[in-house]
Structures are given as structure tokens and as C-alpha cells.
DNA sequence: ACAATATTCCATGGATTTATGGAGGATGTC
DNA sequence: GACATCCTCCATAAATCCATGGAATATTGT
């Protein structure tokens, strides 16, 4: 009645792909690729990573099945390997931020204290359609041009303060990055309202707009 | 810009759950889990571990978040944490086994070859209301008692070659266990087929149909 | 063919994980 | 209170994972 073994090795090779969100830098590469797909020495930059490791933990994902990979000259760009990917690695986040007191903790000392007001993205839908709301992308340009949010700007967060002058006066600013874990829009929300602007960031980002079959515009056609 | 350490400690954090996803035997306890609650030994005994490995396995899912426990007498009954985490084991299985060739194998090696009709979850919901199938619930008595899909007749798959004689003739029997990855159908249907009966098995089983939010009798009301 | 760039492969030492058996805690029974 | 049951905690040895640096491979440009 079903091989012990037979039954132990179908969980062990579930097991594997599970393997591979069981390293933090494997997740942050994940996080990237969740973005738009990426070479490697620049996920290796992105993450913080020596390019040896880096290429060790894509492997890694490739082996689980979570990743793909496309030759373009000489470099090797990886992606995930479908939205699946992506809904299981946004369920992990949402599981481990519910269930799991440390997460919440962790999430918060990295994100600083709630300072700045949050919408949800039912809320910022009817924002952008109506008009009453300048929506700014503060992910880096790259990230933006694999796809966004319709009617969004791109400013990178590394470039906001530069550009303040080109955002409305006395018009809501609503910012927005990779998602609910991402720093960027957090520090963007701070950074405007510090300087006068009446700023809103969007509750989590990209990832989950996408997974939740909103309209993106850019990207792959 | 958000602080590499702090960045670090949070990847880290989901990492910990990540890590309960990582070896065979928790998801194998996992998969238990999901069919409702049960105590330490009568998962090691499932699960064909030792009882103190059992228990740190369990103690695993327990610091990820991913169980909660209750104390009822001298035992305790382990049980998942929400339904989210039902979704993110079946999500793991699906993206394990589309983007994975090996999973596929190993599954094949262990549910057998693909020898019985099957049919899906609305398929199977036609059939029911129209009273055109019998149904039969092949998992232990005790995960029946959980939960089951309305209409189903408990004939756990120790005791079918038994009961034979209870299932009417000349109409279609259709089976079903625990999710997509459990062989009982597999087996009964088998079973079934040999004997001269009409035999069918849902495709996948009660975790992905209770996910699908499709009516459930019985368990905790 | 040769050099340059991007990536993978390989070997290594240090850290982490796993299974197991025995001791220790909590609860219920007599 | 003594005892049995169920479970958790602890120590240990084997296996696995991880980061790193140097060598090997593949593609492009000269």
C-alpha cells in the first residue's frame, strides 16, 4: 500500500524546492527576480553578495525549479520561473509576517516605525483613475521599465530628493517600490512629508499588484 | 538608505520559516496536518519516525509559525496555524511539481502509473448533485471525521476490498484522499477497477478542495 | 588565435541540521 | 504520593550547507 520509499523520496523532492527559500540571501535573490529578471553579477551587487555565492544560491534556485535562465551574449540573465513562483514566495512573506511574532519584529526594526500613512491598493486604484493623486514608482529605473503600475513616475528613491521640484504642489503624493517588505517607499513617504508634501505609500508594492491581476503597464508585452 | 543588517535580519526571518519547508518529513507531517489535528505520537506513527524526532520536527513548524499546539489531557494535538498555511503547502507542491522535472518522477514513481480515469473538482461536483456517482472517501476513518466533502461514504482504503459488497452495482464510483500527491485513490481506484467497478478518482483531493472554498461536512463546525 | 568579460565548477574549513537515546516535566490515575 | 503516559529537552555523531578564492568554461571583440 504505497512504497515507504517511493513516499519518502516524492517529500524529499518536494523538499528540495522547499530548500530554496530556506536561505535569506536566497529569498533577497528572489525578491530581486520577483522585480524583472536580472544578470548575475548584478544580483550579486544588488544582494550584497560575493559573484561566486551569488551564482552558487541562483543555482541553487535553478536546481528547485523557482528560476530560468537566458543567455544574452555573454552574460546570463535569470528569472523566475513562472507567477507561481512569485505567489508562493508572497505567500511565504505573508504567512511568516502572520503566524510568526519574530518576522513582525524583524519587518519593523528594518522598516522603521509607521510613521507615514499606508493605502491599500483598492484605495489607490480609484486614487489614480480619479485623478486626485500623483503616483511616483521609487524602485530603480530598471525595475520600473520591467513593468509598473499604469500612470506612475519613475523616480528612484535614490534620485527623489533631486527631483522634488518636479511633483505638484498641494496634491497627494503616493509612493510605491517592490513590496510589503521593501524599505524604499517608507523612506520615500518619509522624505516628503518631512518636506512639506502630504505623502502616502502604498501597503505593499509591484509584486502583489501584479499577483493580483492588476493592469501594468511596460514590460513584456 | 535601510540598513544591510537590519535588511539581513528580516530575509533571515522568512528564511525560518522557509527552513520548516526543507525537509521531507516535516512536509510528510505537514501533509497530515492538513487533513486536521492529531497528537505527537500518532503523527510520528504516520509519519514512520521516532517519536523524539517527530517532536522536534514539530517543534520545526512551531517556531516557524507554521503549527500551533493544544493541550488537551496528557496529550498534545498539533494543528496548522490557518488555512494560509494549507495554501502555502499545496502552492509549494504545485510550483515544486510544474517546474520540476524530478518531482514529477518521483510522484509517478510513487502514486504509480497513470492506469485510472480521473476527474476534477467541478466535474465531481456535477456528478454529486446529480446523484450520478457514488462517492467514497478512501483516508483513515479519523480524517474523514475532520472533514469531507458532502455525500461521501467513509470507506478508508484498509477496509474497501471488505466492503465491496456496500457499493452499488453499475454505478460509478469515484474516489478520493488526501490532496493531489496521495496514493490512496490511486490505489483504490485500482482496486475498483479490478473488481469490475466503474472507478474514477478525483484528481487531486480534500486539501485543494477545501482551498477552493467548496462546501465541507463535518470537523470542527 | 588571443585577450577580456561573465559565469560556473571545485576544494576547503566552519557552521548548521538531523536522527537517536536517555533524562526531565507535565498531566492524569490509582 | 507513587506510577504510567505523553511529550520535550539535552548531548552526540554523521551528514549537509555555506562562503570564499582560485581554476576552468563559454562568448565576444580584436
Given at each position: 500500500?504505497?512504497?515507504?520509499?517511493?513516499?519518502?523520496?516524492?517529500?524529499?523532492?518536494?523538499?528540495?524546492?522547499?530548500?530554496?527559500?530556506?536561505?535569506?540571501?536566497r529569498?533577497?535573490?528572489?525578491?530581486?527576480?520577483?522585480?524583472?529578471?536580472?544578470?548575475?553579477?548584478?544580483?550579486?551587487?544588488?544582494?550584497g553578495?560575493?559573484?561566486?555565492?551569488?551564482?552558487?544560491?541562483?543555482?541553487?534556485?535553478?536546481?528547485?525549479?523557482?528560476?530560468?535562465?537566458?543567455?544574452?551574449?555573454?552574460?546570463?540573465?535569470?528569472?523566475?520561473?513562472?507567477?507561481?513562483?512569485?505567489?508562493?514566495?508572497a505567500?511565504?512573506?505573508?504567512?511568516a509576517?502572520?503566524?510568526?511574532?519574530?518576522?513582525?519584529?524583524?519587518?519593523?526594526?528594518?522598516?522603521?516605525?509607521?510613521?507615514?500613512e499606508?493605502?491599500?491598493?483598492?484605495?489607490?486604484?480609484?486614487?489614480?483613475?480619479?485623478?486626485?493623486?500623483?503616483?511616483?514608482?521609487?524602485?530603480?529605473?530598471?525595475?520600473?521599465?520591467?513593468?509598473?503600475?499604469?500612470?506612475?513616475?519613475?523616480?528612484?528613491?535614490?534620485?527623489l530628493?533631486?527631483?522634488?521640484?518636479?511633483?505638484?504642489?498641494?496634491?497627494?503624493?503616493?509612493?510605491?517600490?517592490?513590496?510589503?517588505?521593501?524599505?524604499?517607499?517608507?523612506?520615500?513617504?518619509?522624505?516628503?512629508g518631512?518636506?512639506?508634501?502630504?505623502?502616502?505609500?502604498l501597503?505593499?508594492?509591484?509584486?502583489?499588484?501584479?499577483?493580483?491581476?492588476?493592469?501594468?503597464?511596460?514590460?513584456?508585452?
Amino acid at each position: 500500500m504505497g512504497d515507504p520509499t517511493r513516499k519518502a523520496e516524492l517529500f524529499d523532492a518536494l523538499a528540495q524546492t522547499g530548500k530554496a527559500l530556506s536561505n535569506g540571501k536566497r529569498l533577497e535573490l528572489l525578491d530581486l527576480l520577483a522585480q524583472g529578471e536580472r544578470s548575475v553579477d548584478a544580483l550579486a551587487r544588488a544582494a550584497g553578495l560575493g559573484l561566486t555565492t551569488a551564482s552558487a544560491h541562483l543555482q541553487a534556485l535553478k536546481q528547485a525549479g523557482l528560476v530560468t535562465t537566458r543567455r544574452s551574449g555573454v552574460r546570463i540573465h535569470y528569472r523566475l520561473a513562472g507567477e507561481d513562483v512569485a505567489a508562493l514566495y508572497a505567500l511565504l512573506q505573508q504567512v511568516a509576517r502572520t503566524h510568526r511574532a519574530a518576522t513582525e519584529q524583524a519587518r519593523t526594526a528594518y522598516l522603521g516605525p509607521e510613521d507615514t500613512e499606508q493605502l491599500t491598493r483598492e484605495e489607490l486604484l480609484e486614487r489614480v483613475q480619479a485623478g486626485t493623486a500623483t503616483l511616483i514608482d521609487v524602485r530603480p529605473a530598471e525595475e520600473y521599465a520591467a513593468g509598473h503600475i499604469p500612470g506612475a513616475l519613475s523616480v528612484p528613491l535614490d534620485e527623489l530628493e533631486a527631483r522634488l521640484a518636479e511633483l505638484p504642489d498641494g496634491v497627494e503624493v503616493v509612493a510605491y517600490c517592490r513590496g510589503a517588505n521593501c524599505v524604499l517607499s517608507h523612506e520615500a513617504a518619509r522624505l516628503l512629508g518631512s518636506r512639506g508634501h502630504r505623502a502616502l505609500r502604498l501597503a505593499d508594492g509591484m509584486l502583489e499588484w501584479r499577483l493580483a491581476a492588476l493592469p501594468v503597464e511596460g514590460g513584456a508585452a
